[in-house]
């Protein structure tokens, strides 16, 4: 997955692409290190735009992905579907210097530098993706998770364990109110 810069002088270009999780090292990694199973392919549609010295790609990505619920470890699929906004820079953009500033990184600004005649987009994408992934998956929001005493799922039966006691040390700060004098 790659674009070539000679071909945005012309005009802007329409990119569509549908790769293997294979291709994508950083998103194997995060599937093996994880609960994390991704299935079918990544669907990425674009529309790359030379502008001076930079390109800016803007589309949508999307890609199904299986993750364990964050309360119950059952297993929840889901389709990401993202909008794509990536700008990459072969130089740094000047930027002009005021009294007590500093130049911000391209890294700062949310630029891609890149070398060359051609943008390999495997990364930018593989990081997009990441940042997507919900950090606490639900199989459904009214999941009711797994009892912290005996393991059972609650969703599916009860269990006969009496609720935890929690340490009342700090009970009786719960009516304790500051005054503003």
Known sequence: MEIRIEQLKERPRKLAFAEPIETFPVLCGAAESESVVFSGEIEVELVATLVDNLVEVEGTLNCTVELSCSRCLQPVVQRLEL?????????????????????????????????????????????????????????????????????????????????????GALAALKNFKVSKD
């Open 83 to 167: 909008p794509l906004v990536l700008v990459f820079c072969r130089h740094q953009p000047a930027v002009i210097p005021q009294e007590e500033e500093r130049e911000l990184s391209e890294e700062e600004v949310g630029l891609i530098p890149f070398q060359g005649d051609s943008i390999d987009l495997c990364s930018p994408i593989a990081d997009e993706v990441l940042m997507a992934l919900p950090q606490h998956p639900l199989c459904r929001n009214e999941c009711a998770g797994l009892c912290p005493t005996c393991g059972a799922d609650l969703n599916r039966q009860g269990c006969g364990c009496t609720p935890p006691q929690f340490h």
